[in-house]
């Protein structure tokens, strides 16, 4: 099965998302914050990112998939850029605000609502891994 990369810091989201895809048969690694990302990234070459919006600050996440696809990407990870990312959000849930895929401000692939439901990431993650 696929690699699959978490970065979200919340323990207990990083463990319901990870027996999830690891039930499915994919190997899971997990970082608690971007920077730590970043280093699993090239340490695992993962081949799907499962990304949380609010981290250590309210855009953390924005601001990750910025640097990894953004229209001006951190050079330092170059040829990660094709990486699929979902981006898990309880952003929606908490806000009027709606967001979705766009290349220049918001380059991910999907998007999931937490809390999720293991069939709807499992649906989308394997969508992502066939493309």
Do not use: W
């Amino acid at each position: 099965m696929a690699n699959i990369l978490i970065i979200d810091d919340d323990p207990d989201m990083v463990l319901a998302t990870r027996l999830c895809l690891e039930s499915a048969g994919h190997k899971v690694d997990s970082a608690g914050d971007p920077a730590e990302g970043l280093k699993r990234i090239k340490a695992s070459k993962p081949d799907l990112i499962v990304l949380d919006v609010m981290m250590d600050s309210a855009t953390a996440g924005f601001q990750f998939a910025l640097k990894l696809r953004g229209p001006d990407p951190d050079p330092d990870l170059a040829g990660y850029g094709k990486i699929p990312i979902i981006m898990l959000t309880a952003i929606h849930s908490t806000t009027p605000l709606r967001f979705g895929p766009d290349d220049q401000y918001l380059p991910v692939d999907d998007f999931i609502d937490k809390p999720f439901e293991p069939e709807a990431l499992l649906k989308k993650v394997n969508a992502l891994l066939h493309k």
